[in-house]
């Protein structure tokens, strides 16, 4: 099982133990559906999940990914074969060489609606008509040119966002990426 999002939303709530209640129903939930073990991808930063709630609560790292992305796995079975990312990123990212493509899914209400507005801001503020990629599938998201597969932007084979980012974030990207 791949974990993608754990958030506890209100501060008032954080740090009292609810992120490894919700750990625990996901580790319950794979090993009753036969699971190998439970994976999940950190990084110091915004919208990805704090490393520290997995290392107390038995995960170990199994791979890295540039920038600083880490995978971290708790597998039932010593014996299993750790996840790996796929890598090949450049490569990946050679496809959108031309253009503004952003690359989303629907794992996430924020993730839609930072790629809707940064869209209309690409066509109302910098006359850009840009690609956007909905990822269905697992499938679709290894092919993804960075290891946060579910929400990157693309401008002219750069990747200019590698994780989620808002549309001021956006704006300012922009104004400092030579048009």
Same mark, same amino acid.
């Not at 501060?11 to 009292?16: E, G, N, S, T, V």
């Not at 990123?89 to 989303?104: H, M, V």
């Not at 209309?120 to 690609?131: F, G, H, K, L, M």
């Given at each position: 099982? !791949?974990? %993608?999002? $754990?958030?506890?939303?209100?501060? %008032? %709530?954080? /740090?009292?133990?609810?992120?490894?209640?919700?750990?625990?129903?996901?580790?319950?939930? &794979?090993?009753?559906?036969?699971?190998?073990?439970?994976?999940?991808?950190?990084?110091?930063?915004?919208?990805? &999940?704090? %490393? /520290?709630?997995?290392?107390?609560?038995? !995960?170990?790292?199994?791979?890295?990914?540039?920038?600083?992305?880490?995978?971290?796995?708790?597998?039932?079975?010593?014996?299993?074969?750790?996840?790996? !990312?796929?890598?090949?990123?450049?490569?990946?990212?050679?496809? *959108?060489?031309?253009?503004?493509?952003?690359?989303?899914?629907?794992?996430?209400?924020?993730?839609?609606?930072? &790629?809707?507005?940064?869209?209309?801001?690409? /066509?109302?503020?910098?006359? $850009?008509?840009?690609?956007?990629?909905?990822?269905?599938?697992?499938?679709?998201?290894?092919?993804?040119?960075?290891? *946060?597969? @579910?929400?990157? @932007?693309?401008?002219?084979?750069?990747?200019?966002?590698?994780?989620?980012?808002?549309?001021?974030?956006?704006?300012?990207?922009?104004?400092?990426? &030579?048009?």
């Amino acid at each position: 099982m !791949f974990i %993608h999002c $754990i958030w506890i939303h209100s501060r %008032h %709530h954080q /740090r009292k133990g609810w992120g490894s209640v919700l750990l625990d129903s996901c580790l319950e939930d &794979a090993k009753k559906a036969g699971m190998s073990g439970v994976a999940v991808m950190v990084r110091e930063g915004p919208w990805m &999940a704090d %490393h /520290r709630l997995f290392l107390a609560n038995g !995960f170990e790292p199994v791979d890295t990914a540039p920038p600083d992305f880490e995978l971290l796995a708790r597998k039932f079975d010593p014996n299993a074969v750790s996840p790996t !990312f796929k890598g090949d990123w450049s490569q990946k990212l050679s496809q *959108y060489d031309e253009g503004l493509t952003i690359i989303r899914s629907s794992q996430c209400p924020y993730i839609a609606k930072f &790629a809707d507005e940064i869209g209309q801001s690409a /066509r109302d503020e910098y006359q $850009i008509e840009p690609t956007v990629i909905h990822l269905n599938s697992w499938r679709d998201a290894q092919q993804a040119p960075t290891p *946060y597969a @579910v929400f990157s @932007v693309i401008y002219n084979g750069q990747l200019l966002a590698g994780h989620t980012i808002s549309r001021t974030r956006f704006r300012n990207i922009m104004n400092k990426t &030579a048009m």
